[in-house]
């Protein structure tokens, strides 16, 4: 590998703010790899501003051009050309904070002098709430060892709000290509595949209590947003159908148990998400659906749906008749407000 980290950049007509996102990733200097993926975008100057920062900054960034295929394409486009020993996805309205890059790198350096490289670095994340400027800082102090490597049976237990995101993780590159990563085109949502598929292949692990990534939240087109969630439904519970293909988590359970059931959370906040966001719609079809997606995780794993049904979070997105619908709906929103999580 030529570069430290690979960070790729999708961008969809994103020209009103990547400036921000890139030049807080220039700060690594060369060291780093910057890929800027134009995922089709003809609304704006987002393919020429691309081809500008390639030229002006030739061995760091490289500018590449594709036909519209969604954000995990772009991702995709990333995977296949990236030089860096780890890669690191960032969105184009997002941004990393320069002074806890510097000290990611200089861990990064060190793995990288190591005969087996850690293959996940862990770090905090910020919810950047644009329509009340404030902030929640997401950290993982109470569930990773701190200052040193360690393992799956070393960790703590997550809370109901703490979950590894796309925006928290720094992957061993060769680790993502072993295991196969390829995420799907044309759907929203599929981080959440980027960040669970690779798990059980990760063996060595590093959390930094620093607040690295800088997330976004507000913009009225933002594929979080509650009212584009529900037009997007279909798109989501995909993503979870796949996450709930791509692991035999019952087997898991014998030799990482704690990661297993870590997963078991992730998926249970999945099912929630997918069915809760096809109550708020509440047409017949959606509610169709939603059996639908239950009855999928029951063919797929009997024991898991048993457990996701009536021992789990999601069980709230299951309470019976017009009444609990309502009062799922009521809960999700309370959450939402109290962790501010879009």
């Given amino acids: 590998m030529s570069k430290l980290i690979t960070f ?30 134009d ?6 100057d987002t393919p020429a501003i691309c081809d500008k920062y390639a030229a002006e ?24 050309r990236a030089s860096g020993m780890y890669y690191k996805v960032v969105d ?13 790198l200089d861990k990064l350096r060190e793995f990288a002098a190591m005969e087996q490289p850690v293959d996940m ?6 919810y950047e709430h644009v329509e009340d400027n404030t902030q929640k800082v997401m950290r993982y102090t109470n569930v990773f060892p701190q200052n040193r490597i360690f393992t799956w049976s070393e960790i703590g237990r997550f809370r109901p709000s703490q979950y590894l ?3 928290s993780v720094i992957y061993r590159t060769q680790l993502l290509r072993d295991c196969g990563l ?3 085109k044309h759907t929203f949502y599929v981080d959440n595949i980027f960040v669970y598929q690779p798990l059980p292949s990760v063996k060595s692990m590093y959390y930094m209590d620093i607040d690295l990534y800088r997330y976004f939240i507000g913009r009225s087109d933002q594929s979080v947003n509650e009212k584009v969630m529900v037009t997007r439904v279909d798109q989501q519970v995909r993503v979870t159908k796949l996450m709930i293909e791509s692991h035999a988590l019952n087997g898991l359970y014998y030799t990482q148990r704690k990661l297993a059931q870590y997963m078991v959370n992730y998926l249970s906040m999945m099912m929630t998400i997918s069915s809760i966001f096809l109550i708020i719609d509440g047409s017949p079809a959606a509610l169709g659906k939603k059996t639908e997606l239950w009855e999928f995780l029951r063919a797929n794993n009997p024991k898991l749906y048993h457990k996701l049904k009536y ?4 069980m709230v997105t299951n309470i019976p008749g017009y009444q609990g619908r309502k009062l799922s709906v009521r809960l999700y929103r309370l959450a939402r407000k109290i962790y501010k999580f879009n």
Avoid: F
Avoid at 19 to 33: A, F, I, K
Avoid at 121 to 126: D, E, F, G, P
């Fill in 8 to 37: 790729a950049v999708p961008c969809y007509n994103s020209a009103a703010y990547m400036d921000h996102c890139v030049r807080t990733l220039l700060t690594g200097g060369e060291d780093v790899e910057i890929i800027l993926v």
């Fill in 39 to 44: 995922d089709g975008s003809t609304k704006d």
């Fill in 57 to 80: 900054y030739p061995t760091i960034i490289k500018a590449v051009h594709q036909e519209n295929g969604g954000h995990g394409e772009g991702v995709n486009q990333g995977l296949r």
């Fill in 92 to 104: 184009s309205d997002d941004w990393l904070d320069e002074k806890a890059l510097a000290a990611a």
């Fill in 121 to 126: 670095l862990i770090a905090n994340y910020v």
């Fill in 165 to 167: 995101l796309m925006h």
């Fill in 182 to 184: 390829e995420l799907p």
């Fill in 311 to 314: 021992r789990s979070l999601s």
